[in-house]
């Protein structure tokens, strides 16, 4: 099959979260089992710090695009990324992609994604590119399906193309003002936008993703089932309802070529479930590097996360000062985001200076070092569409302390010391109460080794490999 992506983010060129793994990594197992695939990204300004190799495609040079009253020019880039077999277009528009951050508040936001989405098309054009499958990711490719239908139509290029829109992330839905409207180049088209979203004066478009895509799907299996209800729906439940079986939950994999404690590029110990001394040293090495006072009995707690309300982190508020306070513990964290929670870390850092770091930022690194080192990883979160760094936990014998949620639930078992069957701790409520009772539970299993080694060898005997949940993709292209 010929397969185009159309996606914001890529591992290794510019990320914010778990949408740049998923779009890098499945599209390299759908090449790897031999299909043709294109991905089609911005060129962000942050890429020129990279020394990544790419060349301008002849065929899209400075071409000129036009969105409603804003007239654009861009160019179509071709670039190798070690390690991968297939095509990665970047489309260069330093007017719209050259920003401090990969997404911003500015008022262009919405044009800058259907340029790329436009851009991608365009591209499959000038190079006579005939997709069997159209793959747009999270809003800011949504529009793709319903432009297909409308502004492409006429192009045979295109007749045998089926669309499929994947939501990473029900909480951004890429909302603008109706004023707007021109912009999208619908032209008779136009009647085709949500009616009820224009008369209250705004434009919706991942909804339009939800509505015009042959399918839908989305991250998890359970994810799928919440969203269509209203707790969980972020007002596009209806919507998502009323495409019934067209709506899909596949769990996303693991690139263990890159999460493997047999092999990780970034953590000089290794080890696996035969022998897990490498961990130790771990452990000991990140304890050690992040000046927390050495120990092998207490156990220590790992975090890496964009830091939003949908993680769930600030019910650690309540929760982790006291449980600092009374019990030997550490806990090393990375991530940025929201002021309150930055600040709370940071505060909590300065209290228990020989129990807590917290590296506000971005750092691979690290969280590769806190996956290998970490007993125990936290992730609270109120809803979770997939969710990747449980997955990694549990291959690297960190046993993941989750919200039974998403993405969260159909990964991690909770662990019955009654059958020894298990994977981690999985609670109920996302409240505090729920939070402290699993943060406990994990302390409990902690000091019985003979559960807690149990447990470790159930989370690294687990597999979510792409290659299977690839395939279950392919099953969709080919199917529907
Ligand atoms: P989300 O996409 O909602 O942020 P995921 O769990 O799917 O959540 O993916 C998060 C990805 O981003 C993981 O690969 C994780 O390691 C990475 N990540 C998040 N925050 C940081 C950080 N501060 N430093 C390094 N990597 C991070
Ligand atoms: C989103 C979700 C996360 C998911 C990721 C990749 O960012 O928040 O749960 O794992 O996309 O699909």
């Not at 759908?30 to 991905?39: K, S």
């Not at 654009?72 to 071709?78: A, D, E, G, K, S």
């Not at 939501?167 to 136009?190: E, K, P, T």
């Not at 452990?283 to 050690?288: F, G, R, V």
Request: charged share 20%.
């Amino acid at each position: 099959m010929r397969i185009v992506n159309i996606a914001s983010e890529f591992a290794a060129l510019s990320k914010t979260g778990g949408l740049a793994d998923v779009v890098s990594a499945l599209s390299r197992a759908l090449a790897a089992r031999g299909h043709d695939v294109r991905v089609f990204l911005p060129a962000y300004g942050s890429l020129d710090a990279l020394p990544l190799d790419r060349w301008e495609v002849e065929v899209a040079q400075n071409v000129e695009l036009v969105l409603g009253p804003h007239h654009y020019r861009y160019t179509l880039q071709q670039a190798v990324v070690p390690g991968n077999t297939f095509q990665v277009y970047l489309i260069d528009c330093p007017e719209l992609f050259h920003r401090p951050t990969l997404y911003g508040e500015d008022a262009d936001e919405h044009r800058r994604f259907l340029l790329l989405t436009r851009a991608a098309l365009d591209s499959c054009q000038r190079l006579g590119f005939a997709p069997d499958i159209v793959h747009c990711h999270d809003w800011h490719a949504a529009f793709a399906p319903l432009l297909l239908k409308t502004t492409y139509a006429w192009d045979r290029l295109f007749a045998a193309t089926r669309t499929v829109f994947t939501i990473h992330n029900l909480g951004y839905q890429g909302i603008f003002s109706a004023d707007h409207a021109d912009d999208l180049g619908l032209g008779a088209g136009v009647s085709q936008l949500q009616q009820s979203d224009l008369y209250a004066g705004r434009i919706n478009a991942l909804l339009h993703g939800v509505v015009h895509a042959d399918v839908v799907t989305t991250v998890s299996p359970t994810y799928a089932r919440e969203i269509c209800t209203p707790e969980h729906g972020f007002g596009v439940d209806p919507f998502l309802r009323a495409r019934g079986t067209d709506l899909v939950g596949i769990l996303n994999g693991v690139d263990y070529a890159e999460w493997d404690p047999r092999h990780d590029a970034y953590v000089t110990e290794r080890f696996n479930s035969e022998d897990l001394s490498g961990k130790a040293r771990a452990k000991a090495a990140l304890l050690h590097r992040m000046a927390l006072a050495p120990t092998v009995r207490a156990p220590l707690l790992g975090i890496v996360s964009r830091l939003t309300w949908q993680k769930g982190l600030d019910l650690l508020y309540e929760v982790l000062p006291a449980l600092l306070a009374k019990r030997d513990l550490r806990l090393v964290g990375t991530g940025n985001g929201d002021p309150a929670l930055e600040h709370f870390f940071v505060h909590l850092q300065r209290r228990f200076p020989q129990q807590v770091v917290f590296h506000r930022g971005y750092n691979e690194e690290l969280a590769h070092w806190i996956e290998a080192a970490a007993d125990g990883f936290i992730m609270p979160s109120r809803y979770e569409p997939c969710g990747l760094n449980q997955m990694y936990s549990l291959r690297y014998g960190t046993l993941p302390i989750v919200r039974r949620t998403g993405g969260l639930a159909d990964s991690v078992q909770h662990y019955a010391a009654a059958t020894g069957e298990g994977t981690g701790v999985v609670f109920e409520h996302a409240d505090a109460q729920g939070l402290r009772w699993a943060l406990e539970h994990f302390l409990w299993l902690y000091s019985e080794p003979a559960h807690f080694q149990r447990a470790q060898q159930n989370a690294m005997a687990q597999n979510f490999s792409w290659d299977h949940q690839a395939s279950l993709y392919e099953a969709l292209f080919t199917q529907r």
